[in-house]
Nanobody, 123 residues
Framework: QVQLVESGGGSVQAGGSLRLSCAVSGRTFGSYAMGWFRQAPGKERRFVATISWGAGSTHYADSVKGRFTVSRDNAKNTVYLQMNSLKPEDTAVYYC????????????????WGQGTQVTVSS
């Protein structure tokens, strides 16, 4: 049974930082690319960042480039999202997801999802 469990969300003031983690079990973690998505209230889920299985390739949404960094530790079966210079518009539920299709930005390419973790940024 594949499980993805996010942690690290919380409330922070604008300009602050948070690091999200996503622990994966039930799948050969190092063989799959991982992605982060977010969903704000009343909006669709959107791509944030992705990282290839070997961490050699990463892609980011334009809205987070230069502020967010995705990384992974295959020995720990964990992917991270370091979020700096947070803005109120970053407020959302953040989800990690796994894909066999490489570092893709397409939500439909991801087959397993975590339950999400709330990030709230106040001004």
């Amino acid at each position: 049974q594949v499980q993805l469990v996010e942690s690290g969300g919380g409330s922070v003031q604008a300009g602050g930082s948070l690091r999200l983690s996503c622990a994966v079990s039930g799948r050969t973690f190092g063989s799959y690319a991982m992605g982060w998505f977010r969903q704000a209230p009343g909006k669709e889920r959107r791509f944030v960042a992705t990282i290839s299985w070997g961490a050699g390739s990463t892609h980011y949404a334009d809205s987070v480039k230069g502020r967010f960094t995705v990384s992974r530790d295959n020995a720990k079966n964990t992917v991270y999202l370091q979020m700096n210079s947070l803005k109120p518009e970053d407020t959302a539920v953040y989800y990690c997801a796994s894909t066999p299709r490489g570092a893709t930005t397409k939500i439909n390419d991801y087959d397993y999802w975590g339950q999400g973790t709330q990030v709230t940024v106040s001004s």
